[in-house]
């Protein structure tokens, strides 16, 4: 027997010879896919609803129990009023005259305003004569040197002090070149004074003025050593002795109710050489 072939192996076709039909091979298996799983779409999320914010109610209250109001009583008629009878008035009294009323009485005026009242009227009465050509003459020249701030000799002009007074006795004593010298007790005013100061004298009873230049001015301590440093002539013309000339300066008084004596025991004395305008 011819060997044959192996399996799977066909022997070749022989020339002449007719082709057999070779078998068809069947058609591959095809494998079956399977079909691929449609992604069903998730479901949506629930978002969770807001939450609501939790209200108590308020329990109701339970409603009062009223207590049902007694039925009112009855209104009571009115009573009525019995008219009364008009009395007659009585007859009205007449109108009593006014009082008169007691007078007052005046108060009995202190003598001392007295006194003072009188003076006041007296003074009124006596009008001050004008000021005299001479008090106008110094007043002009015053008025000069203050406009130029300077002395006729060229100093410069000082303070000035308006608030002495002085007796119209030494007033003519200062005019007719007698008296040189001016003592005082040392008061506000005396301690602001200086060299080249303008002084205004105030003449009592008068409206005469004496305006004078400060020459010199010193301090003492008492009265006695102004008199001999300056002069009893030169200070109190006609003096007789210098214990006389004390007793005179310390007998004046001042404004505020002290004297020369005091003054002198408690700041000393001063005293001023000057020059009349």
């Not at 009525?80 to 109108?95: D, L, Q, R, V």
């Not at 006041?120 to 005299?132: D, E, L, N, R």
């Not at 109190?236 to 000339?245: K, N, R």
Request: hydrophobic share 30%.
């Amino acid at each position: 027997m011819p060997e044959q072939p192996p399996d799977g192996d066909a022997p070749p076709p022989s020339a002449g010879a007719p082709l057999e039909p070779t078998a068809e091979a069947p058609p591959p298996k095809r494998r079956r896919v399977a079909p691929a799983a449609k992604k069903t779409p998730a479901p949506p999320r629930k978002t969770a609803a807001p939450r609501k914010r939790l209200v108590e109610k308020k329990k109701a209250a339970p409603p009062k129990k009223t207590k049902a109001a007694p039925p009112k009583q009855k209104a009571a008629p009115p009573k009525k009023k019995k008219a009364a009878t008009p009395k007659a008035a009585p007859p009205k009294n007449k109108a009593a005259p006014p009082k008169a009323a007691p007078p007052k009485k005046k108060k009995a005026a202190s003598p001392r305003k007295d006194a003072s009242s009188k003076q006041k009227k007296a003074k009124q009465k006596k009008a001050k004569p004008p000021p005299s050509e001479e008090t106008e003459r110094q007043r002009a020249a015053m008025e000069n040197v203050q406009a130029a701030r300077r002395w006729p000799d060229g100093t410069p002009l000082g303070k000035g002090h308006t608030s002495p007074y002085i007796q119209p006795k030494y007033a003519d004593d200062i005019m007719s070149g007698a008296k040189t010298w001016e003592g005082r007790a040392c008061t506000k005013w005396l301690e602001k004074l200086s060299v080249d100061d303008w002084i205004m004298f105030k003449i009592s009873g008068s409206s005469d003025l004496i305006y004078a230049r400060a020459r010199e001015v010193v301090k003492f301590d008492t009265f006695e050593e102004m008199l001999d440093y300056c002069g009893l002539d030169a200070c109190l013309p006609g003096c007789p002795s210098v214990a006389d000339g004390v007793k005179i300066y310390r007998s004046f008084g001042c404004f505020d109710g002290r004297t020369y004596a005091d003054v002198e025991a408690e700041s000393g004395v001063v005293a001023i050489r000057f020059e009349v305008l």
